[in-house]
């Protein structure tokens, strides 16, 4: 039996009523009451459900304008389709350097930035599930006319300063792909408190249509985005696992972070300051130079996988590094400047993931054993 994902008799009778509604596309009602749920839980007034992350990314900066020649600021270490949506549209990445020792973009940098190069928006990514320092994002976002779009595609119920993640920005993004707390395999969903920007995001995920107009009749050009009945139907019964499952990874989390206290050698990546709660999608270690040498992560990760630990290296590339962007940034004239701290990250950076968590006491210390005698062992 795989440890992930994880599915009981509710997401088997879902499936099964939405199958024998005979409504498996538009028409259906579990999409659209998926979506208006999930919103609620997010502290969202709407919800707009897509097909997957990558395209909730792609419709929230084409829902607040980006477009040719638009400078959009993020992060470098993130997923990849972070990015790709901001060349897709024909904008600018441009990427700011982590805090040092963390894996989320310096949020003063990314404002002066954003400020200096009048950027039509910013990406704050909720990486690990760890809601993104954005106080000052934040202060932006009301005082000039920046839009902030949450990549929230790995942080469902995590919470900065008491309110959820995807409630933060102008638009939040969430992912449903199979490594995430929620997946239904596929499948996105949006998050806003504008009705203007939820009925665009509608729109664009739905070949442009609008209530105003004929079926077949639109002003705009958009793409077949939805999320399927199935999927949502699936996700309906994951959402209801979200909070338990969150509490038992938080019990194993910090019984892990405990046990690693004195540990030489590996450091867990802490949740930023202001974070309220940590959904725990991740838990990064990051390998200590000083003590444990030039050794590759990679083979730290084999060390531990032939101990049964289930742990990955994780991004090994940072963006400003990845050729695809690197090539894209060159058609543009813009050769990208080293970010140390990104690459630190992606050299340094392990992850253990959630499922991981999601286990008994006894399993969360055998791991933390394991880890232990592993780093003891390289060091010694
Ligand atoms: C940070 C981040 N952004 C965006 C995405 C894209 O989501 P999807 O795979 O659903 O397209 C992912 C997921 O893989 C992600 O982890």
Redo the contacts with the bound molecule.
Sequence with gaps: MRSWPLWGEEEERNVLEALRSGFWGLGGKWAFEFARDFARYCGCKRGVPCA????A?KVALRAVGVGKGDRVVTSPY??V??VSVIAELGAVPVLVDLIENGLHMNPVEASEIAEALDAKAVIP?H?MGMPSPMDELQHLMKSMDLAVIE?A??AHGSERRGRRTGSLGTIGCF???S?KVMTAG?G?CLTTDRDDLADLCWSLINCGRTSEKDWYESDLLAYNYRMSEFQAAVLAAQLSRLDHQIEVRQRNYRLLLEELEDVDGIEPVRPPEGTTRFNVYTVPLRLERKRIGSVDKRHVVELLRSRGVPVSPGYTVPLHRHSGVVNYCASLGIELTPLPNAEAAARDVLWIPHHAMLTDEERALQIADSLKEVIKNIIS
Aim: charged share 10%; proline share 0%; net charge negative.
């Design positions: 997957n992350g990558t395209v990314l993130t997923f389709s972070t990514v990486i990549d595609a790995q992912s449903f792909q490594s596929e996105g």
